[in-house]
């Protein structure tokens, strides 16, 4: 830029220097009204200016291209320049389409190295996942071995085992064979025992019924009446239960003696009807035994108390000894408190006495059904149901106070159970 002013002072103070030089010739020369080659002074001296500015252009350029060789490259190589302008446009035009192209493929490359860096990551991660999952799954490979190894020696223990309870099973199975065979004679023994013993049986009512036909004397028990129960509360070992059956059956025959059954004698008026195994007559003390063992053995596959009833085994003749049996059950709740046990709509608009007579049916019918049903243990006497007849008047009146039909419910008054009595609670209600 310096070089550059400096060629510009230069050129016009050579230019005005070669003006000032001409103007002064001419000034001269046309004073002193000189000629060259025979011209005219005017001309001479308009020559002379054009000499002169000739001069200043060709002094001018030659100084400037002598200074300066980017003048003389502006003069002499123009035509140059203008080609290599027009080359190197050209080469530009093409260079920014390469370099477009060069970015576009720098764009594209980088995406696909952001797209390779994604993978990548998400390879890494995997190997990572893999190799974690592959040591989880030596890990477990390795317990597996131990295991096996483990499950060898148990499964040669086993195999011993095995043998040995193989070889037990077969002496076993021989003994069930003989077993099956003695079996097989002692069911022969007991259906001969056992027709024995109807026939004993059937004998023996039969002479019950003929002597009671003979002397026209009062029973004292029939078949199937209860003479006393008691609960047995458990659990007791054997020796407790057989004191607990002793008493009942001393129970049993104090309520028989004061019927009039038993002789004058110190025994008991009851006695167990005997039992007969095989060729053997058990006693009543081994038939108490045997019960006592029966209970006990029954609480550990039913573990609740048991109530046991003396029941006369066949009709029994005032004055003989009555022949009885043990009856056990099972205490279990029946009806809970509030249970309703059975219903019946009944029509107050009838008379007093119809009235009366449905809420008895319900009572004796009904509710004494439903309770057998539901495995209610009824009392010494047959009642089932207890319930006093002023509940029973007023469940009557309002029955007819109302004038028209309502559902009697009967249900239970307590928690009742196994043996206990069933204390009962009417209700009467619109609706069915």
Known sequence: MRSSFLLIGMWVLVSGTVAYV????????????????????????????????????ILTLTTMSLLSDNVRTALFRVEDLRQTGQRLHRENKQLQS???????????ARREIGVARSELRSARANSDRLQADVEARQRDLNQLHQSLKAAGLELRVT???AAVVRQELSRKQAELVAKRAELALRKTELARVTQEVTAYYQMGVGAIMAATRVRGTKLAYKMGDELHRRVIYLPANTASIRRQLTQLLDAA??????????????????????????????DEDAQLNRWAARIAQDYAKDPSDVIVRVVCAMNS??????LVDFVAYHK?????????????????????????????????VKVRARALESGFLPQPDGEVGQLDWEQI??????????????????QAATNTWTGDPLHLELTASEGA
């Open 332 to 364: 279990r709740l029946i009806y809970r408190r509030g249970e309703v046990i059975e219903t019946d709509l009944v029509d107050g608009r009838q008379p007093e006495a119809q009235v009366l007579e449905a809420v008895l049916k319900l009572l004796q």
């Open 393 to 410: 008047l007023r469940l009557v009146r309002r029955l007819r106070e109302h004038q028209g039909p309502l559902t009697v419910s009967a």
């Open 159 to 161: 195999q011993a085992q």
């Open 98 to 108: 390469e370099t477009a192209s060069l970015l576009d493929s720098r764009n594209e």
């Open 317 to 322: 003749i005032r004055g003989e000894a009555t």
């Open 253 to 282: 025959s104090k309520e028989a003696r004061e019927v009039g059954a038993g002789s004058q004698g110190p025994g008991r008026a009851c006695k167990l009807v005997p039992q007969r195994i095989g060729n053997v007559i058990v």
């Open 22 to 57: 001409g103007d002064y010739l001419g000034r001269k020369m046309g004073k002193k009204r000189l000629t060259l080659w025979g011209l005219r002074p005017r001309h001479t001296a308009i020559l002379s200016t054009v000499v002169t500015g000739m001069l200043i252009a």
